[in-house]
């Protein structure tokens, strides 16, 4: 039984928190540079630019990409022959989070009750979905998720009979609607089958993968390719000020689910789609 120590998962943590809020994604900003060519509005084009331009200067001057440094939310595979020692997996995870945002000058947006709204001073509580799995490593992924996208994501309960064509309309439907508030070009994530809860921690995680990797079933990389062209058909446009360029990527994830349902969940992020991830 390999032993690893809270101390050492409160320190990944608060360095994670502070870069994956400085230092946006290589393959966002690989994508928008790629899109400022093919960007047929000479305004989009300007603000692909700009997008690009400030991911820089975050990066050089250590700052925030965004105003908005999110609600930390974690995804975390714990090896089965794993034994934390020192305290909580969770408490760790929480105080690493404080520290990061404290010390990293992050924006503090999380509330104690969602009624009351009382801020925690230190965006704790982080959103912590583990999953236990074959070894003897722990491996930690973050995405801090800004609500001006998370607001505008959506879940739905299809019937079967709506099929792929049901899951087609409402994802297009979902970002037509969202227009400029996600603060375009987005990444939009969707979860397909499972129940309630799943089809959204499936969408969630779909942010995670890169947004030039593709689903590796041919059948649902094929359906993320269709569906992209149809949102980037909706003329929103970088900022929503008009374009070709809506979305950066659409990525499906899927699990099995009821003879009876067909649950959908789309989780759209904005082009500061920041994630990061470490193997302890």
Known sequence: MREISVEKIIEIVEQMCVKANYYLNDDIECALRNQIQ????????S??????????????????????????VFFVEVGQEVHVVG?????????????????GYLRKSVVQDPLNRINTGDNTPAVIHYDIVPGDKIK?????????????????MLK?????????DF??????????????????????GGTMEKAAILAKKALLRPVHRRNSNEYYRNLELKILEKI?????????????TTALAVNIEVFPTH???LPVAVNISCHATRHMEVEI
């Open 171 to 192: 994802v297009v439907q979902t970002v037509d609607q969202a227009g400029a508030n996600p603060c375009p070009p987005i990444v939009v994530g969707v979860g397909i």
């Open 232 to 244: 980037n058909g909706l003329g929103i446009g970088p900022q929503g000020l008009g374009g070709t």
């Open 259 to 261: 003879i009876a349902g």
């Open 140 to 156: 930690i992924a973050i995405a801090p998720k800004g609500f001006g996208s998370e607001n505008m994501s959506a879940l739905k």
């Open 87 to 103: 305290g909580s997996l969770t408490e760790a995870i929480n105080e690493g989070v404080k520290n990061g945002y404290c010390k």
């Open 47 to 72: 603000i692909l630019e700009k997008l690009v331009k400030n991911s820089r200067i975050a990066r050089d001057k250590d700052m925030p990409i965004c105003q908005d440094t999110g609600m930390a």
């Open 38 to 45: 093919r960007e047929k509005s000479p305004i989009g084009q």
């Open 160 to 168: 079967p009979s709506d099929g792929v064509q049901g899951v087609v």
